[in-house]
């Protein structure tokens, strides 16, 4: 069975800085990709960042570029985000995701496998 575990998040004042993990196992295609989503209420989930197996070659959504850091762990299987200069707007539900198959990093239908979620409030 497969499982996705995140930890990091939290709270924190504009402009501060937070980091995120994520362990995925159990798995046993070679993955793709693996990215982190976020969601905040009343939004459609969205891309966030990705980085591509073999862990050099990484992408952002223009919102978090220059300010968020996605970065392959020691292990394949782990994936980090650093966050910093935190916007209230960056207050969401993150998500881990991995894909097996998926050639659009950013688009949700293409991921195999989801975390269950990790709140991040960045307050003003």
């Known amino acids: 069975q497969v499982q996705v575990e995140e930890s990091g998040g939290g709270s924190v004042q504009d402009g501060g800085s937070l980091f995120l993990s994520c362990t995925i196992s159990?798995?046993?295609?070679?993955?793709?990709?693996m990215a982190w989503f976020r969601q905040a209420p009343g939004r459609e989930r969205e891309g966030v960042a990705v980085v591509y197996a073999g862990g050099i070659a990484t992408d952002y959504a223009d919102s978090v570029k220059g300010r968020f850091t996605i970065s392959q762990g020691n292990a394949k299987n782990t994936v980090h985000l650093k966050m910093d200069n935190l916007k209230p707007e960056d207050t969401a539900v993150y998500y881990c995701?991995?894909?097996?198959?998926?050639?659009?990093?950013?688009?949700?239908?293409?991921?195999?496998?989801w975390g269950q979620g990790t709140q991040v409030t960045v307050s003003s």
């Open positions: 995701a991995a894909s097996v198959f998926g050639q659009t990093w950013y688009k949700s239908d293409q991921v195999t496998y």
């Open positions: 159990g798995y046993r295609q070679s993955l793709n990709y």
